[in-house]
């Protein structure tokens, strides 16, 4: 059972509760993400596991995840980068952001970049692909349709300029 930290409005940790009951309280936690750029200045994404619970077959950013109780965010983006991705990249610090998902819980998203080329190993049971897009590729994929993340989006109009989006 995964067990999460549960935190105030000034990302202090109060204690925690299994992931589940974060859920169904609609309790604060933390969250992280890592945008992973190749050498041509182009954006990983993965696309989500068909089994996944939420937003299965969305474009994700190439590591996203909880931070688990006791964590740092920067251990849970190392964590999930290899559980994910099969890969080990150097994560630096990016943005800090407050989300409000839909359901009305709140979560802290910390984001970090990463330079790396490729390979990936995705875990196939997380994640169909990962794959590297230009910006302006993504946002033809995002205006077109495709589905995407609801985190993914709140990051790439907030830090990429694509206030214009809306949500898929």
């Known amino acids: 059972m995964e067990f999460l930290d549960i935190v105030d409005d000034s990302d202090k940790v109060l204690g925690n509760a299994p992931k589940q009951e974060v859920y169904e309280k609609l309790l604060t936690h933390r969250i992280v ?6 050498d041509r200045s182009e954006m990983a994404l993965q696309l989500q596991g068909r089994h996944k619970k939420f937003c299965p077959l969305h474009w994700s950013t190439a ?16 964590r999930e980068c290899k559980e994910e991705l099969g890969k080990r990249v150097e994560p630096i610090f990016a943005f800090k952001d407050v989300f409000r998902a ?26 169909e692909k990962a794959e590297f897009f230009s910006l302006e590729k993504i946002r033809e994929m995002i205006e077109s349709g495709e589905k995407f993340h609801p985190e993914l989006l709140f990051l790439l109009k907030k830090h990429y300029g694509m206030n214009k989006i809306s949500d898929s």
């Open 33 to 38: 993400h890592i945008l992973i750029f190749n």
């Open 63 to 78: 590591v996203g995840g909880h931070v688990q109780t006791g964590e740092s965010y920067e251990q849970a983006a190392l």
């Open 102 to 127: 839909e359901q009305g819980i709140k979560k802290f998203l910390v984001t970090f970049t990463a330079d790396y080329n490729g390979p990936f190993n995705p875990n196939k049971k997380e994640v």
